[in-house]
């Protein structure tokens, strides 16, 4: 289990754990929708893993009103790309009601110990629920997920009221879920 320490600001396309800047992603991707309003959804993070690189994005056209809160509302969207997938920076859509990326992107520090930073999240370990459990299942094996990283409410990044962001992967589908408490 790891520690994400606030490390100051950082590049757009910095290749280690941020919040904010632009998604590293495999060529032809697509920039997510959100399946409720329609609006580009909004980057938040890119989290490189043992087993992959995660990139997550929640909707923040209204926040409040989509349920980004949910795994499986379709108004947040989590990948997990390969190990050795090639990855570029994607371009933000340009949609001048719904903010696609964070105002500032944000280095994190992996530490297996706090040293005065502030901490903005962390890798492995146990979700530590606010709320009741919400083991997302997978939609490829219909197995629960295993718990990847995560994510605190800060100046950034908004989960409702002091809330906290879980990313959850499946390690043999590839794929990956956000959800968030409060
Ligand atoms: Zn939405
Ligand atoms: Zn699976």
Known sequence: ????????????????????????????????????????LKFIAHLPLDHGTAAVFL??????????????GGANRAYLFPPGTPLLPAPAPDDSDAPTLLPTATALHPATTPDGRPGVGRLGGTPDWIQDPETPTCPGCATPMAFAAELEDDTDLNFGDSGRGYLFTCRPCTRAAFLWQC
């Not at 790891?2 to 998604?23: I, K, Y």
């Not at 909707?59 to 499986?72: I, K, R, V």
């Open 1 to 40: 289990m790891h520690l994400l320490l606030h490390d100051g600001p950082t590049a757009a396309d910095a290749p280690g754990p941020r919040t904010g800047g632009l998604p590293l992603v495999p060529a032809g991707f697509t920039w997510p929708h959100c399946d409720e309003c329609g609006s580009p």
């Open 59 to 72: 909707c923040d056209f209204d926040p409040g009103a989509c349920s980004g809160w949910d795994a499986d």
